[in-house]
Protein backbone atom coordinates (compact mmCIF):
# COMPACT_ATOMS: atom_id res chain seq x y z
CA UNK A 1 0.00 0.00 0.00
CA UNK A 2 0.99 3.66 -0.22
CA UNK A 3 1.11 5.30 2.83
CA UNK A 4 0.99 9.30 2.73
CA UNK A 5 2.48 11.76 4.97
CA UNK A 6 1.65 15.28 5.95
CA UNK A 7 3.08 17.79 7.36
CA UNK A 8 2.78 19.87 9.64
CA UNK A 9 -0.36 18.22 11.80
CA UNK A 10 -1.22 21.64 12.70
CA UNK A 11 -0.21 25.06 11.92
CA UNK A 12 -1.61 28.13 13.16
CA UNK A 13 -1.42 31.70 10.86
CA UNK A 14 -3.01 34.80 10.41
CA UNK A 15 -5.33 36.19 7.93
CA UNK A 16 -3.27 37.49 5.10
CA UNK A 17 -0.20 35.16 5.52
CA UNK A 18 0.92 32.29 3.13
CA UNK A 19 1.07 28.98 4.08
CA UNK A 20 2.04 25.91 2.80
CA UNK A 21 1.05 22.13 3.75
CA UNK A 22 3.04 19.28 2.30
CA UNK A 23 2.25 16.01 1.38
CA UNK A 24 4.90 12.95 1.06
CA UNK A 25 4.00 9.49 -0.74
CA UNK A 26 6.34 6.30 0.59
CA UNK A 27 6.59 5.69 -3.34
CA UNK A 28 6.12 7.85 -6.73
CA UNK A 29 2.97 8.36 -7.32
CA UNK A 30 3.56 10.72 -10.40
CA UNK A 31 1.40 13.64 -10.07
CA UNK A 32 -1.71 11.91 -9.08
CA UNK A 33 -2.20 13.71 -5.85
CA UNK A 34 -4.88 15.05 -4.79
CA UNK A 35 -6.24 18.02 -2.05
CA UNK A 36 -9.51 18.66 0.06
CA UNK A 37 -10.44 21.13 2.52
CA UNK A 38 -12.78 19.79 4.97
CA UNK A 39 -15.22 21.71 7.74
CA UNK A 40 -16.37 20.67 10.74
CA UNK A 41 -19.31 18.86 10.31
CA UNK A 42 -19.04 18.94 6.53
CA UNK A 43 -18.02 16.60 3.99
CA UNK A 44 -14.50 17.08 2.39
CA UNK A 45 -14.27 19.77 -1.04
CA UNK A 46 -11.82 18.78 -3.69
CA UNK A 47 -9.99 21.82 -4.51
CA UNK A 48 -6.79 20.47 -6.46
CA UNK A 49 -6.79 17.69 -8.44
CA UNK A 50 -3.48 16.17 -10.76
CA UNK A 51 -1.19 17.91 -7.78
CA UNK A 52 -1.37 21.40 -9.30
CA UNK A 53 -5.06 21.98 -11.15
CA UNK A 54 -7.36 23.82 -9.58
CA UNK A 55 -11.05 22.54 -9.43
CA UNK A 56 -13.83 24.90 -10.86
CA UNK A 57 -15.26 27.36 -8.82
CA UNK A 58 -11.71 26.84 -6.16
CA UNK A 59 -10.34 30.79 -5.71
CA UNK A 60 -7.00 30.97 -6.92
CA UNK A 61 -4.92 31.69 -3.92
CA UNK A 62 -5.19 27.59 -3.46
CA UNK A 63 -1.89 26.29 -5.77
CA UNK A 64 -0.44 22.71 -5.86
CA UNK A 65 2.67 21.51 -6.90
CA UNK A 66 5.12 18.75 -6.58
CA UNK A 67 5.29 15.11 -8.41
CA UNK A 68 6.96 12.18 -7.73
CA UNK A 69 7.07 11.76 -3.85
CA UNK A 70 7.00 15.23 -2.25
CA UNK A 71 3.61 17.74 -2.66
CA UNK A 72 3.16 21.12 -1.72
CA UNK A 73 -0.60 23.04 -1.37
CA UNK A 74 -0.02 27.06 -0.97
CA UNK A 75 -2.35 29.30 0.13
CA UNK A 76 -1.12 32.39 -1.15
CA UNK A 77 -2.98 34.63 1.35
CA UNK A 78 -5.11 33.59 4.13
CA UNK A 79 -8.49 34.06 4.44
CA UNK A 80 -11.13 33.75 7.18
CA UNK A 81 -12.97 30.89 5.50
CA UNK A 82 -9.72 28.83 4.81
CA UNK A 83 -9.09 28.21 8.48
CA UNK A 84 -10.10 23.85 7.84
CA UNK A 85 -8.51 20.62 8.18
CA UNK A 86 -6.64 20.09 4.50
CA UNK A 87 -6.09 16.47 3.30
CA UNK A 88 -3.96 15.26 0.60
CA UNK A 89 -4.85 11.86 -1.13
CA UNK A 90 -3.35 9.64 -3.83
CA UNK A 91 -4.68 8.56 -6.86
CA UNK A 92 -2.06 6.68 -8.77
CA UNK A 93 -3.25 2.92 -6.81
CA UNK A 94 -6.47 1.70 -6.98
CA UNK A 95 -6.48 1.42 -3.17
CA UNK A 96 -7.04 5.42 -2.72
CA UNK A 97 -5.53 6.67 0.37
CA UNK A 98 -5.35 9.59 2.42
CA UNK A 99 -2.64 11.49 4.59
CA UNK A 100 -3.57 12.17 8.18
CA UNK A 101 -4.60 15.33 8.13
CA UNK A 102 -3.41 19.29 8.97
CA UNK A 103 -5.06 21.69 10.94
CA UNK A 104 -5.21 25.30 10.09
CA UNK A 105 -5.67 27.32 12.91
CA UNK A 106 -6.27 31.34 13.39
CA UNK A 107 -3.36 32.59 15.13
CA UNK B 1 -25.17 18.42 -11.21
CA UNK B 2 -24.96 14.96 -9.32
CA UNK B 3 -25.90 14.85 -6.01
CA UNK B 4 -25.62 11.73 -2.95
CA UNK B 5 -27.06 11.28 -0.20
CA UNK B 6 -26.76 8.33 2.44
CA UNK B 7 -29.26 6.81 4.35
CA UNK B 8 -29.35 3.25 6.79
CA UNK B 9 -29.10 2.73 10.34
CA UNK B 10 -27.78 5.19 12.65
CA UNK B 11 -27.53 2.51 15.52
CA UNK B 12 -25.83 -0.56 15.00
CA UNK B 13 -25.27 -3.71 17.94
CA UNK B 14 -21.61 -4.77 17.86
CA UNK B 15 -20.72 -8.02 15.78
CA UNK B 16 -23.76 -7.19 13.40
CA UNK B 17 -23.41 -5.74 9.91
CA UNK B 18 -23.29 -2.18 9.22
CA UNK B 19 -25.14 -1.45 6.47
CA UNK B 20 -25.63 2.15 4.56
CA UNK B 21 -26.97 3.20 0.99
CA UNK B 22 -25.92 5.79 -1.37
CA UNK B 23 -28.51 7.41 -3.77
CA UNK B 24 -27.08 8.88 -6.60
CA UNK B 25 -29.15 12.50 -8.31
CA UNK B 26 -28.53 14.36 -11.27
CA UNK B 27 -26.70 11.75 -13.13
CA UNK B 28 -26.67 8.15 -13.59
CA UNK B 29 -24.47 5.47 -11.50
CA UNK B 30 -24.31 3.67 -14.95
CA UNK B 31 -21.46 6.39 -15.72
CA UNK B 32 -18.27 5.72 -16.57
CA UNK B 33 -16.91 6.20 -13.18
CA UNK B 34 -16.05 5.03 -9.32
CA UNK B 35 -18.54 4.46 -6.54
CA UNK B 36 -16.80 4.99 -3.37
CA UNK B 37 -16.74 5.41 0.55
CA UNK B 38 -15.12 7.48 2.98
CA UNK B 39 -15.46 6.95 6.41
CA UNK B 40 -14.16 9.30 9.87
CA UNK B 41 -14.35 8.34 13.08
CA UNK B 42 -14.97 11.14 15.65
CA UNK B 43 -12.10 13.77 15.77
CA UNK B 44 -10.02 11.82 13.36
CA UNK B 45 -8.96 11.91 9.68
CA UNK B 46 -10.19 10.27 6.41
CA UNK B 47 -9.81 6.38 5.88
CA UNK B 48 -10.92 5.21 2.45
CA UNK B 49 -13.53 2.01 2.60
CA UNK B 50 -13.35 0.88 -1.27
CA UNK B 51 -15.02 1.66 -3.98
CA UNK B 52 -17.53 -0.17 -6.96
CA UNK B 53 -17.45 0.56 -10.72
CA UNK B 54 -20.46 0.68 -13.45
CA UNK B 55 -20.41 -2.98 -14.25
CA UNK B 56 -19.64 -3.84 -10.64
CA UNK B 57 -15.80 -4.57 -10.02
CA UNK B 58 -14.72 -3.66 -6.74
CA UNK B 59 -11.56 -2.50 -4.96
CA UNK B 60 -11.40 -2.86 -1.25
CA UNK B 61 -9.44 -1.08 1.85
CA UNK B 62 -7.15 -4.67 2.35
CA UNK B 63 -7.56 -3.66 6.63
CA UNK B 64 -11.29 -3.96 5.76
CA UNK B 65 -11.84 -6.21 2.65
CA UNK B 66 -12.84 -9.24 4.44
CA UNK B 67 -16.11 -7.99 6.32
CA UNK B 68 -16.82 -5.73 3.01
CA UNK B 69 -19.24 -6.16 0.14
CA UNK B 70 -20.48 -3.75 -1.92
CA UNK B 71 -23.11 -3.37 -4.75
CA UNK B 72 -24.98 -1.79 -7.32
CA UNK B 73 -28.56 -1.58 -8.20
CA UNK B 74 -28.98 0.36 -11.43
CA UNK B 75 -33.01 -0.08 -11.15
CA UNK B 76 -32.78 2.85 -8.21
CA UNK B 77 -29.78 4.25 -9.10
CA UNK B 78 -28.35 3.90 -5.90
CA UNK B 79 -24.74 1.65 -4.21
CA UNK B 80 -24.51 -0.03 -1.01
CA UNK B 81 -21.99 -0.74 1.14
CA UNK B 82 -22.08 -3.66 3.49
CA UNK B 83 -19.54 -4.59 6.77
CA UNK B 84 -20.01 -7.21 8.71
CA UNK B 85 -18.73 -8.42 12.35
CA UNK B 86 -18.56 -4.54 13.35
CA UNK B 87 -16.78 -3.31 16.31
CA UNK B 88 -16.67 -0.16 18.45
CA UNK B 89 -13.57 1.21 15.92
CA UNK B 90 -15.99 1.15 13.42
CA UNK B 91 -18.18 4.46 14.89
CA UNK B 92 -17.42 7.05 12.01
CA UNK B 93 -19.15 9.23 9.58
CA UNK B 94 -19.65 7.50 6.37
CA UNK B 95 -19.36 9.59 3.47
CA UNK B 96 -19.94 7.99 -0.18
CA UNK B 97 -18.32 10.01 -2.60
CA UNK B 98 -17.70 9.69 -6.79
CA UNK B 99 -14.73 9.01 -7.97
CA UNK B 100 -14.24 10.61 -11.48
CA UNK B 101 -11.53 10.87 -13.96
CA UNK B 102 -10.83 14.64 -14.73
CA UNK B 103 -8.80 16.03 -17.91
CA UNK B 104 -5.62 17.39 -16.35
CA UNK B 105 -2.73 19.38 -18.00
CA UNK B 106 -0.75 17.57 -20.63
CA UNK B 107 -4.05 16.08 -21.34
CA UNK B 108 -3.75 13.34 -19.02
CA UNK B 109 -6.56 11.94 -16.96
CA UNK B 110 -6.81 12.08 -13.12
CA UNK B 111 -8.51 10.57 -10.80
CA UNK B 112 -10.56 12.58 -7.95
CA UNK B 113 -13.37 12.65 -5.43
CA UNK B 114 -15.22 15.16 -6.58
CA UNK B 115 -18.90 15.10 -5.19
CA UNK B 116 -19.80 14.13 -1.69
CA UNK B 117 -22.61 12.80 0.35
CA UNK B 118 -23.14 14.80 3.47
CA UNK B 119 -22.48 12.05 5.75
CA UNK B 120 -24.17 9.25 8.02
CA UNK B 121 -22.90 9.17 11.32
CA UNK B 122 -23.25 5.18 12.45
CA UNK B 123 -22.56 4.14 16.37
CA UNK B 124 -21.42 0.52 17.14
CA UNK B 125 -22.77 0.05 20.71
CA UNK B 126 -25.30 -1.74 22.57
Known amino acids: DIQMTQSPSSLSASVGDRVSITCRAS??????LNWYQQKPGKAPKLLIY???SLQSGVPSRFSGSGSGTDFTLTISSLQPEDFATYYC?????????FGQGTRLEIK | QVQLQESGPGLVRPSGTLSLTCAVS?????????WSWVRQPPGKGLEWIGE???????NYNPTLKSRLTMSLDKSKNQFSLKLSSVTAADTAVYYC???????????????????WGQGKMVSVSS
Open chain 1, 50 to 52: DAS
Open chain 2, 52 to 58: INHSGIT
Open chain 1, 27 to 32: QSIRSY
Open chain 2, 26 to 34: GGSISSNNW
Open chain 2, 97 to 115: ARDISILATMGSLSDAFDV
Open chain 1, 89 to 97: QQSYSALRG
